[in-house]
């Protein structure tokens, strides 16, 4: 048995054409048709493709234990990154320092309003960067407002026009003059033309004894004689790392800031275990973060309550398989509606209520596997562990020294915007140094 709307042969279900025709989000489709069709929705786009999605955790449980697909690129990003210590004790220097130079910019402007997102993201970048392309940005850089708007565009975009396009190829060339497309254009040659300046300066001042970062050790790697395919792989690694590093972290770490704004009293217990346990000026470590209960569960909490990538497209099935007794054909293009699975009131019982505590105590655990905000499957984030000590060490280093209100009292300033990345419609908040 199918639950899901009918379709007409090759274009797919009326409710995808519509889609198409409006330029509407895919989330919102998911939704509707899961609040019709139950938690395993089937619907067909152009060509006849199959889509199942996914809205609870049970559901997704089964499929997840189908195994994955380890991607060649995806192996060597994680076991040379590993190497450069993304996730140990050097992220933990790099990150302390970019926040304490981040704290004195903030302490600096105490009582004004900041755009706290703005701030956040060249200071986290940073850290990322370093391993990757031993890059930093200064603090006024005009090419993080480029990079971040350009990324911005790119990640709102492709995903949209993918959505669209994937499966009506015919249709780019009626959209190929419309102003989104140029727009994906241009901002996806702005993030190549700032890789490929990196590369060039990696390829000239190479050092085969001491490599200094991801680029440094790609290069020494790759045989000489593949030269451009090599390159243009290497282009399409750092462009996912890139935008991996000025997208989700900056906007995490900001919703969380802005939560803590708005729930003063989840903002002063987080402090108040902080500063017990690091005192007033030790740089928090990555094995501190274990130490610290309250804080890990706010920071959890955030990533359910706002869930940053609202639908994840998991994978193609490769052959025919069944779920819960539902027949996915091969083919089927199956995509996780994570909000619903971050608000299903059977697992949450008040599931838009922020509430950190949900995850203390016994069952804390067991709701944790239930949050994949860094996805799952095949695709699951490659940076998880290297971003959650991001957001530990920068909201450990920046709460002990500023408390954050929002600007005005009462104000809401929370409303997600969804465009793939769920945004905060503001990110304007009043440091106060303590
Ligand atoms: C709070 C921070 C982050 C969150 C919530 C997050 C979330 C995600 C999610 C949900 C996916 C899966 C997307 C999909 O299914 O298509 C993903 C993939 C990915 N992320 Fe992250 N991410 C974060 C930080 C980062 C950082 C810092 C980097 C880079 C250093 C990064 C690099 C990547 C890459 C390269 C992929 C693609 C993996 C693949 O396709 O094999 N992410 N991330």
């Known amino acids: 048995m199918r639950a899901g709307p009918v379709s007409i042969p090759l274009l797919g279900s009326w ?11 895919l989330e919102d489709l998911c939704r ?24 609870t955790y049970d559901a997704l449980k089964v499929l997840l234990a189908d195994g ?3 991607q060649h690129n995806r192996k060597f990003i994680i076991r040379t990154l590993g190497r450069l210590g993304f996730n140990r004790n050097k992220l933990e220097t790099l990150a302390s320092a970019e926040c304490s130079k981040l704290v004195e910019d903030l302490v600096e402007l105490k009582g004004q309003v900041v755009n706290i997102e703005r701030d956040l993201t060249g200071a986290i970048a940073n850290v990322t960067l370093k391993f990757i392309m031993n890059f930093e940005f200064e603090s006024h850089d005009p090419r993080i407002g480029e990079l971040k708007e350009a990324s911005f565009h790119i990640v709102r975009l492709l995903a949209n026009i993918q959505s669209h396009l994937d499966f009506f190829p015919w249709l780019a060339h009626f959209s190929s003059e419309r102003s989104d497309v140029k727009t994906l254009a241009r901002s996806l040659d702005k993030v190549s033309d700032f890789i490929k300046a990196r590369i060039d300066e990696h390829i000239e001042t190479l050092d085969e004894a001491h490599p ?8 020494l790697q790759t045989p000489k004689a593949d030269h451009d395919t090599s390159i243009e792989n290497l282009l399409v690694m750092l462009k996912d790392l890139l935008l991996g590093s000025l997208e989700p972290p900056p906007i995490a770490l900001s919703w969380t800031i802005l939560l803590l704004a708005k729930h003063p009293e989840v903002q002063e217990r987080v402090r108040a275990e902080l500063t017990e346990l690091l005192g007033d000026h030790r740089a928090p470590t990555v094995e501190d973060e274990r130490q610290c209960p309250y804080t ?3 920071i959890e909490e955030t990533l359910r309550f706002v869930t940053l990538t609202p639908i994840n497209r998991h994978s193609t099935t490769q052959g025919a398989t069944s779920l819960r007794g539902y027949h996915i054909p091969a083919g089927a293009m199956v995509l996780a509606d994570q909000h619903s699975l971050h608000h299903d009131p059977a697992v949450w019982g008040d599931p838009d209520v922020f509430r950190p505590d949900r995850f203390l105590g016994e069952d804390g655990a067991k709701l944790r596997e239930q949050v994949r905000a860094f996805g799952f499957g095949p695709r699951v984030c490659l940076a998880e562990a290297h971003a959650r000590s991001l957001l530990f060490a920068f909201l450990a280093g920046l709460l002990r020294r500023i408390e954050f209100r929002l600007p005005q009292k009462g104000q809401v300033a929370t409303m997600p915007v969804y465009q793939v990345l769920s ?10 140094p303590r």
């Open 15 to 25: 409710e995808f054409i519509q889609l198409c025709w409006t330029g509407g989000r």
């Open 32 to 55: 509707r048709l899961g609040a019709k069709y139950g938690p395993i929705v089937f619907f067909r786009i152009a060509l006849d493709t199959p889509v199942v999605v996914i809205r």
């Open 68 to 70: 994955s697909k380890w």
């Open 212 to 219: 200094r970062d991801f680029i440094d050790e790609y290069l």
């Open 296 to 298: 890990q569960a706010t």
């Open 423 to 432: 945004r905060p419609s503001e990110t304007l908040v009043v440091p106060f």
